[in-house]
């Protein structure tokens, strides 16, 4: 597998990663722990912070973008002012789930529905299995990113669908049409805006989301995988909500962690559940 993505240090509330050739120390709540290799931040290529943006390190350079491989998906990285870069490196073990689970499935209905989709890593992750995937996201510039990342990963032909639309109204439409999907995945943001402003807020609206994606799973659908990086939320929790609400079938649960070598501290930085029916 190729991996260019790894976590070097973490402590007093920032991370240190490496994408690639570039490597980026910025804030990180769930560190609060010293750090364990005071001296592996000198080779730091730029640090954010929600002062100053981003600065670049010593005589370092900081590209405006640069292209990285991360457990065998490829996607272009852009620093944003907010300080993200276009992936959650965390989701990355996830991928490698979504492809296996689906390599053993059959395409029964209309494939694969991925919800908040952003820069396309679970969508990559499920076309590569071979299955037709519709990507959402209500940010007309995060779809474009994922569709130049599908042709990076040689998918530029692969049956996707890009959607720019808010989660809930392409739901509804979707259950309007009869549609009916062999898998969903969904990424809820703890608050977030829909194409035409439309408000998303977790709390509110998870239950409600799912009840559709409830109603748009086929019956032999494969999975529903609902990850979340809402501070707070736990797995436990997740459990009870999507094991409660989708009825007879079979839960498993983990955490999301940003990981590097052996022996680099993991940092815990979300939590997912998968449901899939009964056989
Ligand atoms: C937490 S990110 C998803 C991260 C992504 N799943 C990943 O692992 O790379 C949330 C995404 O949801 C999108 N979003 C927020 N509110 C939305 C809404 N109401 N409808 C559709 N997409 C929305 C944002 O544009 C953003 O790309």
């Known amino acids: 597998m190729q991996n260019e993505y790894a976590l070097l240090d973490s402590g007093e509330g920032r991370k240190l990663e490496r994408f690639g050739y570039v490597v980026l120390s910025r804030p990180c709540e769930q560190a609060v722990w010293e750090r364990q290799d005071p001296e592996a931040w000198a080779v730091c290529s730029a640090s954010f912070d929600r002062e100053h943006g981003w600065t670049a390190c010593g005589g370092a350079q900081m590209p405006d973008s640069w292209v990285v491989t991360i457990n065998d998906i490829t996607m272009r990285l852009k620093p944003s002012p907010a300080g993200h870069l276009g992936v959650f490196p965390e989701t990355r073990e996830l991928w490698g789930m979504v492809t296996d689970t689906l390599r053993g499935a059959q395409v029964k209905g209309s494939g694969v529905l991925n919800l908040f989709a952003y820069s396309g890593g679970a969508t990559m992750a499920a076309a590569r299995a071979g299955f037709p995937v519709c990507h959402l996201d209500s940010s007309k510039s995060m779809v474009t990113r994922a569709r130049d990342n599908a042709a ?42 829909g194409a035409r402003g439309e408000q998303y807020k977790i709390d509110r609206d998870l239950v409600l989301t799912l009840e559709k994606c409830k109603a748009l799973l086929t019956e032999k659908s494969v999975f529903l995988l609902l990850t979340s990086h809402t501070r707070g939320v736990t797995a436990p929790q997740l459990e009870g909500v999507v094991g409660g609400l989708m009825g007879r079938g079979k839960t498993a649960t983990g955490e999301m962690e940003l990981t590097g070598a052996t022996g680099v501290r993991a940092v815990s930085s979300g939590v997912w559940v998968q449901w899939k029916p009964e056989q």
């Open 152 to 193: 990076l990963n040689h998918l530029g032909d692969a049956p996707i669908r890009w959607i720019v639309e808010d989660v809930n109204k392409f739901l509804d439409r979707e259950i309007r049409r009869g549609r009916r999907y062999d898998a969903i995945m969904l990424d809820p943001p703890s608050f977030g805006r």
